[in-house]
């Protein structure tokens, strides 16, 4: 079957939104159409063993058992109808078509009905029924054609995705949360995929594919599809889960729809309740909301981090709770296959991020800690960088992350970063916050997918060679050179000692002070040092000391006094004395500075080098000192430009004045 002929049924089906104009909103016709086509393919493809489960219903009527086994084997798939009634049936009576409809629904297998029910049809039936519309949009199903033998599941596969990609597109302001652009998929799945392309090709070839965020099941198809491109024989079994009802639904009717099984689409929260469980995939691939809390869930998730640790998903870390993109990385890692000992086994991941995964959290932050973990693993592949303003609800930058645990010789230990970010043409309409796309090559576009997706397997030698075009979008780099050493440098406290008002009014407030028998008698002993000021502490105490007895006072004791009186007469000073905790300088937390120091680095030879040459007094507390890991790849990439010469920014201004001259000339004149 072509294209033309997927799109013409797709029109065909899509052609109901000329009925329900009106009564629906733009954005809700997919509410109808696309549970409504997953109804009449249900209903094409049972058609062959209509009579048969029918038989097999009146076998076992009055029988208390479990039927279901019995009528899928009768059916030939894993779903069944036991009605007589059809859509056509339905249509030809107006009057009941929404009793009859609802009995039709009713009478499907469970897992074709909660699909169903996923879709709130019950409740599109009644509003379709209310506006004296549901026995023409049953009409127009009915004259629609989707048996097996006319579009095979491949090719219904590919005019369902055409009518939830019209849904997104109508849906603007939610599209981007469900639905990942079609080129995006097909770049991703690409990087993740063409590395075993030699491996597909083999006969009798199976491989899984999971995705834990699947929405309406895109990324799965074009896995599906890529792998069926390059081996036609071979068999891919898609797995997933989606917190959204609809969109899981849709990604469910999918897999109904193509014959594949539905089960293995689950319904549910992956990260409280992981629907595939021990289950391990060869491919693994997603693109989770962006910046989504995790609140909803934190009580499972730390209880599985502190619980579990390392035996669980999560042992690694946990972010920041206003963004759980990192928690869908660790859940895709743990359902990688293990690699056996002859290199065998393993699997490759894909995820889509923002920029914050890169680098947000401090060292030793949750965030950082599954960026080391991830990295002194060494299996982190490559990182690219895509243009902005690519998706639906959202124009910030986003990235590729493509991981594997077994990385071949040549990209052990290594990373790369490669700069897509140029990689784009504009949009002729722009949809939601999407006004670029990624060129396939076809009706007269740039081939930036194929382009990239070139540049991605070449990257090792393009990094390696000055002279080639492409040289400066790539860039390799060892595992532990994203991470560092954040030291504390610190510097002595040094005070010089005066009695003034505002040490005096400091002083007085000061509560080991405030709490003194005869306070204010103390702090008028103290007064009669106004003026006086001392370069040592212990000159300043004893002078103090012997104010407050020459007034007939008792000195008090205990170092919270002593500490107060020392920071409220003492000021700051560089020229003042250094004190000392212990006998050791004591630091001044108002000049302490912190460092990144690159991994390898010896910190002591920093200091040297970089700090003591301009704080000669400076030092490094090493039991402060932690290690941190972040991927800075705007910084890798920046490009240094100069300002424009002055002479070139005088000469436009002094032709801009011209300009205006001249206008205003003409307004007076």
Request: aromatic share 8%; glycine share 8%; proline share 5%.
């Amino acid at each position: 079957m072509n294209s033309s002929k997927h799109t013409e049924l797709a029109n065909h089906a899509w052609s109901v939104a000329d009925l329900l104009r009106g009564d629906y909103r733009q954005s809700d016709y997919g509410k109808v159409i696309l549970p409504f086509t997953v109804l009449r393919r249900l209903e094409c493809v049972l058609e062959p063993t209509r009579e048969k489960v029918a038989e097999t219903v009146d076998k076992f009527a009055g029988q208390e058992i479990d039927t279901d086994h019995f009528l899928r084997k009768a059916s030939g798939h894993s779903f069944y109808n036991k009605s007589d009634l059809t859509l056509k049936k339905i249509a030809a009576d107006p009057q009941n078509a929404a009793k009859n409809l609802q009995i039709y629904v009713g009478a499907f297998s469970d897992n074709a009905r909660e699909v169903l029910d996923k879709y709130e049809f019950n409740q599109q039936v009644r509003k379709l029924d209310g506006a004296n519309l549901l026995y023409q949009v049953i009409g127009r199903f009915t004259d629609l054609d989707l048996h097996p033998d006319v579009v095979p599941n491949h090719n219904m596969g590919y005019i369902f995705e055409e009518l939830i990609r019209r849904f997104a597109e109508q849906s603007n302001e939610t599209a981007g949360e469900h639905f990942t652009p079609r080129e995006v998929i097909k770049l991703m799945v690409n990087l993740l995929v063409a590395p075993d392309a030699d491996a597909l090709s083999l006969p009798g070839v199976v491989r899984t594919v999971m995705d834990p965020a699947c929405g309406t099941g895109g990324m799965l198809s074009a896995a599906d599809d890529h792998i069926l491109a390059l081996n036609p024989d071979a068999t891919v079994e898609v797995y997933g889960q989606e917190l959204n009802p609809e969109s899981w639904a849709i990604c469910r009717s999918d897999l109904m729809i193509k014959g594949q099984d539905p089960e293995n689409i689950r319904f549910g929260n992956s990260f409280s309740d992981d629907g595939h469980a021990r289950r391990k995939f060869d491919y693994i691939l997603a693109n989770p909301p962006f910046g989504v809390e995790w609140k909803k869930v934190k009580e499972e998730v730390e209880y599985e981090h502190t619980s579990l640790g390392d035996a669980g998903r999560f042992g690694a870390g946990l972010p920041r709770i206003n963004d759980g993109s990192l928690l869908f990385l660790q859940h895709m890692i743990s359902k990688m296959k293990p690699v056996d000992v002859n290199g065998g086994g393993g699997s490759r991941i894909a995820i889509v991020f923002n920029g914050s995964p890169l680098f947000t959290g401090a060292a030793e932050s949750g965030e950082s800690k599954i960026r080391r973990w991830i990295l002194e693993n060494d299996w982190l592949e490559a990182v690219v960088a895509l243009p902005d303003q690519l998706f639906y609800n959202t124009g910030i930058s986003t990235y590729f992350w493509i991981l594997t645990n077994r990385k071949d010789a040549d990209h052990k230990g290594k990373v790369v970063l490669l700069d897509a970010r140029e990689q784009w043409a504009k949009m002729r309409k722009s949809l939601g916050d999407k006004r670029k796309e990624l060129g396939d090559g076809t009706n007269g576009r740039p081939d930036h997918i194929g382009d990239i997706t070139r540049l991605y397997a070449e990257a090792l030698h393009v990094a390696k060679d000055p002279e080639h075009p492409l040289y400066g979008k790539v860039k390799v780099f060892a595992n532990e050179d994203f991470g560092y050493q954040r030291i504390t440098v610190e510097r002595p406290l040094k005070l010089r000692f005066e009695v003034t008002e505002e040490t005096l009014a400091a002083l007085a407030e000061a509560k080991p002070v405030a709490k003194l028998e005869q306070s204010e008698e103390f702090v008028a002993a103290v007064r009669t040092l106004l003026g006086s000021s001392w370069t040592t502490k212990s000159a300043a105490f004893i002078a103090l000391k012997d104010a407050v007895v020459a007034a007939g006072l008792t000195w008090p004791s205990g170092a919270p006094f002593v500490k107060a009186v020392r920071e409220t007469i003492g000021v700051r000073d560089p020229e003042g004395e250094v004190q000392k905790a212990k006998g050791a300088a004591e630091p001044d937390t108002d000049l302490r500075d912190y460092e990144n120091v690159p991994l390898g680095e010896d910190v002591e030879d920093y200091l040297k080098q970089e700090v003591l040459p301009h704080v000669s007094d400076a030092w490094i507390d090493h039991t402060k000192t932690k290690i941190g890991y972040e991927i800075p790849f705007t910084r890798h990439f920046y490009v240094y430009k100069p300002p424009r010469p002055l002479t070139e920014i005088d000469t436009e201004l002094r032709s801009l004045e011209a300009e205006i001259q001249a206008l205003l000339g003409e307004v007076t004149a």
